[in-house]
Each structure stands twice: as structure tokens, then as C-alpha cells.
């Protein structure tokens, strides 16, 4: 029995390296276009699941099924449409995704991959959220969110609000929870639009946000949150709502509007902001390092 065993598996080997031999080398190249094709297919799978493109991929679908149905039963008068209509249905598809595909554009414009990695930056001006900052920003939500004042307050994180800090006002001073809540009082000049929290910093306020065109949003909330959802949906950002008529404070982040129940809660959102700050900035350390050790050496 052990000798038929020996004497079958080189047979077996002998023939696994012939059926090998058939197939194609693969290079270190070819990965490489593996790898980038199916994140590029995952993404576009995402944006497609994450938007109205995903409903109106399943009608087209149902399209391409009656069509592969049509050519099965040999229907030559449905078939000669359907060949025809192709060409139009190329410029209909891209004037129903038209929003759609702005918004992967505007997406895609503004991440800065290769500036996030090999900054030449010291670190200071987009340093992470701190402590201190994190307890301001909650005490001043929920002391507006106490006395009902409308507040709306972007928080930068990888996507750059650069854009949307040009609508405002600059202010460039350090979050407290006096200053924000001094800019959002009544009738003051500064009180209408968002502000704009790039790391420990208020960069600017007034700011207008793009308005969502998201019709699952509920009718009972005003623009301030349907600006909240827009920012949302064309960056990366975190933006801390104060409803004016009820009092209640909400977070946008990714398209999606999340109820925020007490100071707790928002703590441990804006934990989570903290901790990719600060994986983020790692990448930004040695660039520090080095300048200052030519400092040293000059």
C-alpha cells in the first residue's frame, strides 16, 4: 500500500506542474494592476451603494434581464429598439447621475493623499483635537442646546474645508466654548453660517455649507441640518448641530444624521475624531524632526 502511495504522488505532482506550466506568469506588475483595479471596483461598488445610483442600478438591471429575455425569445422588433435606444441611453445615464457624479468629483479633487503623508508642515497648525478641546466643544453645545441657539459647527478632518472657509469670515483663534458660544448668539454679526474647526482652532465662521439634496431627511428639519447633511456627503468632515426650535443636538458624518442624547455621547464622537488626528499626524513627525535638527545644525 505504501509503495502504490509513492508511486502515485509524483504522477500527481508530474501532472499539477504540466497543468501549472499552461497557465500564464504572473508578474510583480500584473498584481500591482490586480490590486488597483479591485480597490477602484470596491470604491466605485461603495459610491454606487452609498448614493441614488444604487435604486437606479437595480432598474437597470431589470433592463438588461428583459433585454437578455428579449434575445433568448428572439423578439427582433424589441431587440431593434433596445440597439437603438443605446446611444441615447448613454447621455440620459449621465444626465440622471449628473449630482452623483459632481460630488465623486468634488470627492475625489480634494483628497490630498500624498500631502497627508509628505507634509512639509511642523504640525501646528493641523494638530488633532486635544482634551481641552473636546471638553469645549462639548460644554459649549449643550449650553446653547440649554437656551435653544442655532448652532453649526464643521469639524476638518482629512478633506480640506478650505473652499468653504473662503465664505466666511477668518477667525484663527483657539475653541473655547466662550468664544463659540459668543459667535452664535442672537443678532450678533457672526451668528449666521457655520464655523469651520480645523484641529484645536476655529479657522473661520459664516461659512455656507452646500445643501443636501437627500429627500429621506425628515421635513421637520430646517436648512441647518440639511447643510449639515451637504457638507457631509462632499467631504470627510464631523459637524455638531444645535436645533434653534428644539433644542437638540445632532452629528453629520458621511451623509447620515445621528441624534445626539448628552455630553457623553458627543465626548466619544469626538474621541474617535481624536484618535485619527493623531494616527494622521504620525505620518507628519519625522518632517518636524528633520527640521528641526538642521535648526540644530545651523
Not at 113 to 122: A, G, K, T
Not at 266 to 283: D, Y
Request: charged content about 20%; overall charge positive; aromatic content about 6%.
Amino acid at each position: 500500500m505504501d509503495i502504490m502511495t509513492m508511486d502515485i504522488v509524483p504522477d500527481v505532482l508530474a501532472k499539477a506542474s504540466s497543468w501549472l506550466s499552461l497557465l500564464p506568469r504572473i508578474s510583480l506588475r500584473n498584481i500591482w494592476e490586480i490590486v488597483i483595479i479591485s480597490l477602484l471596483v470596491y470604491e466605485i461598488l461603495v459610491w454606487i451603494k452609498n448614493t441614488r445610483a444604487w435604486n437606479l442600478l437595480k432598474g437597470l438591471l431589470v433592463i438588461l434581464a428583459f433585454a437578455v429575455a428579449a434575445a433568448v425569445l428572439r423578439l427582433s422588433t424589441i431587440l431593434w429598439i433596445i440597439r437603438n435606444f443605446t446611444t441615447i441611453a448613454v447621455t440620459a445615464l449621465l444626465v440622471v447621475f449628473q449630482p452623483e457624479l459632481r460630488k465623486a468629483l468634488e470627492q475625489l479633487g480634494s483628497k490630498n493623499l500624498l500631502s497627508n503623508i509628505l507634509s512639509f508642515d511642523d504640525g501646528k497648525e493641523n494638530m488633532g483635537f486635544n482634551d481641552k478641546t473636546i471638553n469645549e466643544l462639548t460644554r459649549a453645545t449643550f449650553e446653547m442646546a440649554k437656551v435653544k441657539t442655532g448652532a453649526l459647527m464643521v469639524i476638518e478632518r482629512g478633506t480640506s474645508l478650505k473652499e468653504i472657509e473662503r465664505t466666511g469670515i477668518e477667525i484663527n483663534g483657539l475653541v473655547t466654548s466662550q468664544l463659540l458660544i459668543n459667535i452664535f448668539e442672537h443678532n450678533t454679526p457672526l451668528h449666521d453660517g457655520a464655523v469651520v474647526i480645523r484641529g484645536n482652532r476655529i479657522a473661520a465662521a459664516t461659512c455656507y455649507l452646500p445643501l443636501s439634496d437627500n429627500m429621506t431627511i425628515s421635513k421637520d428639519l430646517g436648512t441647518r441640518h440639511r447643510a449639515a447633511v451637504g457638507i457631509s456627503e462632499t467631504s470627510d468632515s464631523l459637524t455638531i448641530v444645535v436645533s434653534e426650535e428644539t433644542g437638540r443636538v445632532s452629528v453629520a458624518e458621511g451623509g447620515s444624521l445621528t441624534r445626539i442624547i448628552d455630553a457623553e455621547g458627543l465626548k466619544t464622537v469626538l474621541a474617535g475624531v481624536k484618535e485619527e488626528t493623531v494616527s494622521t499626524n504620525r505620518f507628519k513627525i519625522w518632517k518636524g524632526r528633520l527640521k528641526n535638527g538642521k535648526k540644530a545644525d545651523e
